[in-house]
């Protein structure tokens, strides 16, 4: 980032005279090409940080567009007093760059680390604070920055950070960039933690998780419509900053909350100086907008191995019932033959009895079966190859699930079946229950009555995925926001939606949500 504030900086002076660059002993030889074209507009301050700053003051009530230039602590902690009273009381038009914000002296001892310069300069009026990415953003709103009506705060790294725009993208002050978009969680980074939140997004996605990135490259001021369209549409929002929890981008996301008063609770978190790795663990608590925790308490904090780590976002995953953790072709065959309704060589599928019942005219007869099925026979119904395995793998790596499913108490014809009792029976008999095995709670099991309370309880239980053999139940307009569709479909996938991820079985669900995944919880 510093070789690319060089060039810039170089470049800029070239097209407007008013620039003149103030640096506190240091990047003499980065630069030399500003100091050969422009001698008159380079002036090292020395070790005098509150001295340049006041330089850079008076140089601004003058016309000039002064920049000064040194190491972030001593850019801000050492001369806050100037930058407070000359520069942002007077709104002075003077870029205040400070390099290796956060840890990135950290070798050199705490005097050198900056973990606090947000909070302090965000505090400030008038001042814009801002974070980039990479090199391209450095470029592009320094640019911006030495044209502004005030003052602003430059955070840099130091060097060999990775280019994460292959292209230089419309970046203006105040409006953050979406590099990659996610439904699930959306991760809001600022500054030079960049690089690990996209990594953090490519372990989420490979786990099924969809992960969205944006660069709030202007913690000050905030992007809010940004921010009001991942509040709108994401399960969980995170912040990352390599930055103290108090102050910086996570607090300011917080305040805006409280101001804007969000009536529906999202799940926020905020990593401070984390690794791509630290993001796949699951948070000590869970916390909403409101500032409420999570009912369900924490298993035991893992020992961090460094400062800023947190744990995982909870993925809580709901399957339906009927069609997708149980398959019905063989007893629905077998029950249709019984009562010589279908030919012998009729294939052994629910639909193709269902399709041959209602061609023949036989629907209150395909509608009776139903209820008897779904009553009398339930002993006799087999749970779809891997379900169990799933189920119990879900166990072992500690995430939640929850059987929800549209049944009514009774069939719609014939005998007045429990139907609720003949699935809890089944699921009874197959171990789902048993803790020495799959070991599901009962209270996680819901048999609603409608599909709206089906959905509803989706929502409720805070699922971050569910799976189902019903793509036109996935498509629901009223389907919540932010939870990612999977349908079962071993016969093959049926349409097109581009929301909703086709699983051809078990295996395939286990490969996408649980594989590689170590605790999801």
Not at 25 to 51: H, S
Not at 263 to 277: E, I, L, M, N
Not at 332 to 357: M, T, W, Y
Request: neutral net charge.
């Amino acid at each position: 980032m510093r070789n690319a504030f060089a060039r810039t900086i170089t470049a800029l002076a070239k097209d407007d005279p008013r620039i003149v660059l103030l640096s506190g002993d240091i990047g003499n030889r980065m630069f030399d090409e500003f100091k050969g074209l422009f001698p008159d507009r380079f002036y090292n301050c020395g070790v005098a940080e509150a001295n340049m700053t006041g330089v850079a003051a008076g140089l601004a009530l003058s016309g000039f567009r002064p920049v000064t230039y040194t190491i972030a602590p001593f850019n801000t902690y050492r001369c806050f007093e100037q930058i407070r009273l000359d520069l942002c009381y007077h709104n002075l038009p003077v870029v205040v760059a400070g390099v290796g914000g956060g840890l990135s002296y950290a070798g050199l001892g705490a005097t050198h680390h900056s973990c606090e310069d947000i909070a302090c300069l965000r505090a400030l009026p008038n001042m814009t604070v801002l974070c980039p990415g990479d090199a391209v953003e450095v470029e592009l709103l320094l640019a911006q920055a030495v044209k502004g009506p005030g003052p602003s705060y430059l955070r840099l790294g130091k060097k060999n950070e990775p280019v994460l725009h292959k292209s230089r993208p419309e970046l203006a002050i105040g409006k953050a960039i979406v590099l990659r978009e996610g439904a699930d969680v959306m991760i809001l980074n600022t500054g030079n933690t960049l690089p690990e939140a996209m990594g953090a997004a490519e372990i989420l996605s490979g786990r099924g998780i969809g992960a969205g990135v944006a660069s709030v490259h202007t913690v000050k001021p905030l992007d809010v419509d940004l921010l009001d369209k991942c509040f709108g549409a994401c399960r969980l929002v995170v912040t990352m900053e390599e930055h103290g929890s108090a102050g910086g981008l996570g607090s300011a996301v917080a305040e805006w909350l409280a101001d804007t008063r969000l009536t529906r609770a999202k799940r926020v978190r905020r990593f401070c100086g984390s690794t791509p790795a630290s993001v796949s663990f699951r948070p000590a608590a869970t916390r909403t907008a409101r500032g409420s925790a999570a009912a369900s308490p924490p298993p035991p904090r893992p020992k961090p191995s460094r400062p800023g780590w947190v744990r995982e976002l909870r993925v809580r995953i709901g399957i339906d019932f009927d069609n997708t953790i149980v398959c019905y072709d063989r007893v629905f065959h077998l029950v249709a033959g019984e009562q010589g309704e279908i030919p012998a060589d009729l294939p052994q599928s629910k639909e193709k009895v269902r399709d041959h019942l209602r061609s023949v005219g036989r629907e209150p007869v395909w509608t009776a079966m139903q209820g008897y099925v779904y009553g009398q026979r339930m002993g006799d119904v087999d749970p779809f190859p891997g379900v169990l395995e799933f189920l119990r793998a879900c166990r072992e790596k500690g995430v939640e699930t929850f059987i929800i499913s549209h049944k009514t108490k009774t069939p719609y014809a014939g005998p007045p079946y429990d139907l609720h009792a003949a699935a809890l029976g089944w699921m009874e008999a197959h171990g789902l229950f048993d803790p020495a095995g799959i070991g599901l709670p009962r209270e996680r099991v819901f048999l609603e009555p409608t599909k709206k309370d089906k959905l509803a309880r989706i929502a409720a239980q805070g699922c971050t995925h569910f799976i189902d053999d019903l793509p036109e139940f996935l498509a629901e307009a009223d389907f919540p926001q932010g939870v990612t569709r999977l349908l079962f479909a071993p016969a093959g996938p049926r349409g097109a939606d581009p929301r909703i991820i086709p699983c051809a079985s078990w295996a395939d669900i286990s490969g996408r949500l649980l594989a590689g995944a170590g605790s999801l919880a």
